[in-house]
């Protein structure tokens, strides 16, 4: 099957400060990926959907301005965490679909695991 | 409101039996409905799908489900589990009116004893 990269895999960081996730589509193209928000034992939170070249469209309830959002080509789009405070870690998962076909599954990232201290 | 439910948090089968992970959806029309499976700390990976067509589906790994209409069910079955199986699984829909969002089912987890 088609392959979503995420990047890092893990990630810690100080409370303050800013991180970028980036995911990107390997063998496919997309013009819409999502990122999910995921907590322990939990299932999938859409946080937001990303469009090439176009605003992302966030879920009701996600901060727009803390969850930046950025899909600058149909193969990357990248979530940046801005001001993360500890609430803010969390498993964050993003997925992919090719462009054009009709009835294809989505493909997910490995996902990253934040942690903020 | 558009929802999937996957009534049982955990399943436990020892190993070499057959198993079943249910999954039931409220949404309008004929959606697409897709199985995907996590192992700690990683993303999803897709097991199957069902788009049209025959009710039984197979998939990745040995797994097949069955589309049943009338009882808007989607039930993941496998003939006979592996200790490796043993994973978290979601049962997933995507409308017809939005062909890109996909509401998920709130996981199941499986586990095969020895």
């Known amino acids: 099957g088609a392959v979503v990269s995420q990047h890092p895999s893990r990630v810690i960081c100080k409370s303050g400060t800013s991180v970028k996730i980036e995911c990107r589509s390997l063998?496919?193209?997309?013009?819409?990926m999502f990122w999910y928000r995921q907590f322990p034992k939990q299932s999938l939170m859409l946080m937001a959907t990303?469009?090439?070249?176009?605003?992302?469209?966030?879920e009701q309830g996600v901060e727009k301005d803390k969850f930046l959002i950025n899909h600058a080509s149909l193969t990357l789009s990248t979530l940046t965490v801005t001001s993360a405070h500890p609430e803010d870690s969390s498993f964050y998962i993003c997925?992919?679909?090719?462009?054009?076909?009709?009835?294809?599954?989505?493909?997910f990232g490995q996902g990253t695991r934040l942690t903020v201290v | 409101a558009q929802s999937v439910a996957q009534p049982e948090d955990q399943v436990n089968v020892a190993e070499g039996n057959p198993l079943t992970v249910k999954c039931t959806y409220s949404?309008?029309?004929?959606?697409?409905l897709f199985w995907y499976v996590q192992y700690p700390n990683r993303g999803l990976q897709f097991l199957l799908k069902y788009i049209t067509g025959d009710n039984l589906v197979k998939g990745s790994y040995g797994f097949e489900a069955e589309f049943n209409k009338s009882q808007t069910s989607f039930h993941l079955k496998k003939p006979s589990a592996l200790v490796s199986d043993s994973a978290l699984y979601f049962c997933?829909?995507?409308?017809?009116?939005?062909?890109?969002?996909?509401?998920f089912g709130t996981g199941t987890r499986l586990q095969v004893f020895p």
């Open positions: 997933a829909v995507r409308p017809v009116y939005n062909t890109d969002k996909l509401i």
């Open positions: 063998d496919f193209q997309a013009t819409t």
């Open positions: 949404v309008s029309g004929n959606p697409y």
């Open positions: 997925s992919a679909r090719e462009i054009g076909v009709q009835g294809t599954e989505a493909f």
């Open positions: 990303s469009n090439e070249g176009s605003k992302a469209t966030y």
